[in-house]
């Protein structure tokens, strides 16, 4: 089965300074999609970015980027030069592509941005 | 030009009642599902649907029914509401085969007093 595991519950960082948020998977499946989304106090899920099990090199998207390990089944998030908006619950996600693409979540991490 | 759309947006009740929550998606995805957002943030899946068709549905109280009228729309429906149905219940759409990122609504904070 299925499993996302994120053990920060909560992280600090200064404004302008990077961050990354940890995320471990846990599949049988070689085949599968690793997803980033972000949830403002305002509530509406923002996707981030994504990497496929097969993708080569990490993926980025902006100031944002995921460092993937596929031996150590790690995905984290890294956030370059952070902003006061970056403050927000920051949730990990899985998809394994032999299903129907059923998206399993991690716990979240809360991250704030102090100036 | 709203991606998923979902109303109410707020729902408060009471207990017993039966309430229901609509989605609609204008992306032309094949897919929808609702998931649950308990208060301690969690986030999990409760039902898909491909082309109006049931392709997931997990381990959920008899009382919530999902419809899908077409394509277009997914909505939840909650008989017999109870104080731990309060949670936000968003909306997601995607494109079965083709597409990796499923498109969120902006959720439903559903509070049952």
Not at chain 1, 64 to 87: E, P
Not at chain 1, 89 to 115: D, H, I
Not at chain 2, 6 to 23: A, F, H
Not at chain 2, 50 to 68: A, M, Y
């Amino acid at each position: 089965a299925q499993k996302i595991t994120q053990t920060q519950p909560g992280m600090f960082v200064q404004e302008k300074e990077a961050v990354t948020l940890d995320c471990t998977y846990d599949t049988s499946d070689q085949s599968y999609g690793l997803f980033w989304y972000k949830q403002p106090s305002s509530g509406e899920m923002i996707f981030l970015i994504y990497q496929g099990s097969y993708d080569e090199q990490n993926a980025t998207e902006g100031r944002y980027s995921l460092n993937f390990q596929k031996a150590r089944k790690s995905a984290n998030l890294v956030i370059s030069a952070s902003q006061l908006g970056d403050s927000a619950m920051y949730f990990c996600a899985m998809r394994e592509y032999t299903g129907f693409q059923k998206l399993v979540f991690g716990t979240g991490t809360r991250l704030l941005v102090s100036p | 030009d709203t991606a998923v759309s979902q109303t109410p947006k707020y729902l408060v009740t009471q207990m017993g009642n039966d309430k229901s929550i609509k989605c609609e998606q204008n992306l032309g995805h094949d897919t929808m599902y609702w998931y649950k957002q308990d208060s301690k943030k969690f986030l999990k899946i409760m039902f898909s649907y491909n082309n109006k068709e049931l392709i997931i549905n997990e381990t959920v109280p008899n009382r919530f029914s999902p419809k899908s009228p077409d394509k277009a729309h997914l909505n939840l429906h909650i008989n017999s509401l109870e104080l731990g149905d309060s949670a936000v219940y968003f909306c997601a759409s995607s494109h079965l085969r083709t597409s990796y990122e499923q498109y969120f609504g902006p959720g439903t904070r559903l509070t049952v007093t």
